[in-house]
């Protein structure tokens, strides 16, 4: 399942927090109290159908949102401070609050000479650092040889969002107020617990396949990046 509410909520002027630890606004505790109560009947069906004591329930989230201290929110068009310092060799960009920068041509130096254009911009790009040439390839795919990887990304400062709108918050950066996000797993079988581990959503998916007693090594990504299961998952974990 995937709910958008508290994504939204995040986001829009109307909503947000109400201060920089994160207490929400009205609009998104509604949105909060939304999908509590939507998970909520789904567990509760589960109960009334027997099948709580054999289902495991993990919640998460994909992002949050940047930045939860609407103080900090710089809004920039990207278009006047991305695409215009670039010039002819600007081919498009995703930037939300991070920018991903595709150029027509990334032969030779072009590259380099797009980072060096928007260093030397006059104004303010609201970017920090860059990721592009080697550094880029050896994180995601390499542009020279995949098109669909970004030629350049652009780190922003915490509370940069590219919009021309009345949205507050963006994602898809590599601030904390994206990437840091909640994790709940619940089962009859787990005591309660916190985990004070340092994990990532992408052991979300071989935890599933233990628990359903199948191999994560089936996954292409779990071979390739040795992605472990969550703590507490391993291959005693008893989980029925």
């Known amino acids: ?18 201060d920089a630890i994160g207490t929400p606004s009205p609009n998104l505790a509604n949105a909060i109290a939304f999908v509590d109560r939507s998970i909520g009947q789904m567990v509760t069906t589960l109960q009334n159908r027997g099948l709580a004591e054999r289902t495991l329930v993990i919640i998460s989230a994909k992002h949050g949102q940047s930045p939860i ?28 609050d991070g920018a991903l920068i595709w150029l027509k041509d990334n032969t030779g130096g072009k ?3 797009a ?19 080697d550094a880029l390839a050896d994180m995601f795919q390499d542009p020279a040889h995949d098109s669909r990887a970004p030629d350049i990304i652009g780190i922003t400062r915490v509370g940069v969002i590219y919009t021309g709108g009345s949205k507050i918050a963006e994602h898809g950066g ?16 787990l005591p309660k617990s916190v985990v004070q581990s340092t994990v990532a959503t992408t052991l979300i998916a071989p935890t599933i396949l233990k628990a359903l007693g199948l191999d994560p090594q089936e ?22």
């Open 1 to 18: 399942m995937n709910f958008q509410a508290v994504s939204v909520g995040q986001k829009l002027k109307i909503g947000g927090y109400s």
């Open 69 to 96: 201290d609407r103080t900090k929110r710089v809004a920039l068009d990207d278009s006047k401070v991305i695409a215009a310092p670039i010039g002819s060799n600007f081919a498009f960009d995703i930037a939300d």
């Open 111 to 113: 590259t380099a000479a």
């Open 115 to 133: 980072v060096s254009a928007l260093k030397n911009f006059p104004g303010d790009t609201g970017i920090q650092s860059f990721l592009f040439g």
């Open 174 to 189: 590599f601030n904390p107020d994206d990437v840091h996000v909640a994790l709940l797993v619940a089962h009859p079988d």
């Open 219 to 240: 996954l292409d990504a779990v071979r390739m990046e040795h992605t472990k299961a969550l703590p507490g998952f391993d291959d005693t974990a008893d989980i029925n």
